[in-house]
């Protein structure tokens, strides 16, 4: 088996749309907004900003343009495995440049509470990363073999 079909070969149960739907979508949601509401303190390159990344509008529509691709990717089960990967590093950026600081400031409960969305995208991108599209899912159809 080449190297391609390894990638997108999966036996994962038809039931992986649902983790592919929920952090697809919400990829996909997170991007638009980055580019629908720049000036967001919570959303777009203002958030970028705040946080301290010396190019937030560059940042901004770098990341947002990976969240639109990798979560339409996602959501139609097409090249799974390789569309998770900028979205882990998505989260775990996020995690670290938000969530962290959190922490050290207010503890425990006010970061597990602010960061409730970013761990499920990092494990829900992780979950996909380990069974791939799942039965239903474009990986599926392109892995099989010709006949």
Do not use: Y
Not at 128 to 144: E, F, K, P, T
């Amino acid at each position: 088996m080449n190297l391609f079909r390894r990638i997108l070969a999966t036996d994962a149960p038809a039931a992986v749309i649902l983790v592919r739907l929920m952090a697809g979508a919400v990829f996909l949601s997170e991007g638009i907004q980055k580019f629908l509401f720049p000036d967001d303190p919570d959303r777009g390159a203002a958030r970028f900003a705040k946080i301290g990344f010396s190019s937030p509008d560059f940042t901004s529509s770098f990341v947002g343009s990976f969240e639109i691709v990798c979560g339409s990717c996602i959501v139609l089960g097409l090249l799974t495995r390789l569309a998770v990967l900028p979205t882990i590093t998505i989260m775990v950026v996020a995690i670290n440049t938000t969530k962290i600081p959190t922490l050290q400031k207010h503890g425990f409960w006010d970061m597990a509470h602010a960061a409730r969305t970013d761990f499920c995208m990092l494990l829900g991108s992780l979950f996909l990363l380990w069974v791939g599209g799942g039965r239903w899912s474009a990986d599926a159809r392109l892995a099989r073999p010709p006949r």
